[in-house]
């Protein structure tokens, strides 16, 4: 989960995505080695979910008792799909945290075929769970969304959360992170992503005078939540970045548009 600068405006890295393998960290002292992250526990996300497959691990959002959301590249082309809610490490017991698998449906305008022309566009997912969740309010809850074209304003403070990779090409994190970042407008963002950014996506990042610094999200990540510090409104899924050691903003699904929300409510009969 963080950065240095990117040299432009030549692209000298790929976007990646930010799903992980399967290893993980129980290091404790890397926390002071990451600006702007800190340990925390579920009760204070809990609508945090974490999305194991076939292929890789990521993050995902509690959308109601029979779905969680995630994002698109974490789920496509696998064979099984399993989530497990209420958790704050991965040692917490699983006799009481289980793993409980589903059913992921793909946002149909997401494509990831042309592997030449990366796709970001449409990075949603919806599992749908065999078993309903067991909703308590305190370390399994559903989350608040922000509403259809309710965009959050540029600089508002926001949050993400997951057990993603504390720096590229490192192992997950064992325990529950966050780190604080600001919502970048959406033109400043466009210089970054160039046309790869769609209405589809908003940027955040941590600012400070020099630049951008940090943008807290890296592999193992993707699917997690984007969500106003304040409010607790969930305004994004973790999707994509050039780097976790970039001083850049990263994207996420932007769940405030039309394209996105409606297709949630309309697609996935999630509804409890």
Request: proline fraction near 3%.
């Amino acid at each position: 989960m963080w950065g240095r600068q990117l040299l432009l405006p030549v692209l000298l890295y790929q976007v990646v995505f930010l799903q992980d393998v399967f290893s993980y960290s129980d290091d404790d002292t890397t926390d002071n080695k990451i600006v702007g992250g800190r340990y925390i526990r579920i009760e204070q996300v809990p609508f945090q979910a974490f999305v194991l497959t076939d292929k890789n691990t990521c993050g995902g959002v509690i959308y109601s008792k029979k779905c969680v959301m995630t994002a698109a590249h974490c789920v496509v082309n696998t064979t099984k799909v399993q989530v497990r809610v209420g958790f704050t490490q991965w040692d917490d017991s699983e006799e009481k945290y289980p793993y409980r698998n589903g059913t992921a449906i793909v946002h149909e305008k997401y494509n990831n075929t042309d592997k030449k022309h990366q796709n970001f566009d449409y990075d949603i997912a919806i599992i749908k769970l065999f078993k309903e969740l067991e909703v308590d309010d305190v370390r399994i809850a559903i989350a608040k969304l922000v509403g259809s074209g309710e965009q959050l304003a540029d600089g508002t403070n926001c949050t993400v959360s997951g057990w993603g990779s504390l720096r590229d090409n490192s192992i997950a994190s064992a325990y529950l992170k966050a780190a604080y970042v600001k919502k970048v407008n959406y033109n400043e963002c466009k210089k970054v992503f160039k046309k790869q950014l769609t209405p589809r996506m908003v940027c955040a990042g941590s600012f400070y005078s020099g630049g951008y610094r940090f943008t807290n999200v890296c592999r193992g990540d993707s699917g997690g939540p984007l969500f106003d510090t304040r409010t607790k409104k969930v305004a994004g899924l973790t999707s994509h970045l050039f780097d976790c050691d970039i001083n850049l903003p990263a994207a996420f699904t932007n769940l405030a548009d039309p394209g996105i929300s409606e297709w949630i409510k309309n697609h996935t009969q999630c509804e409890n």
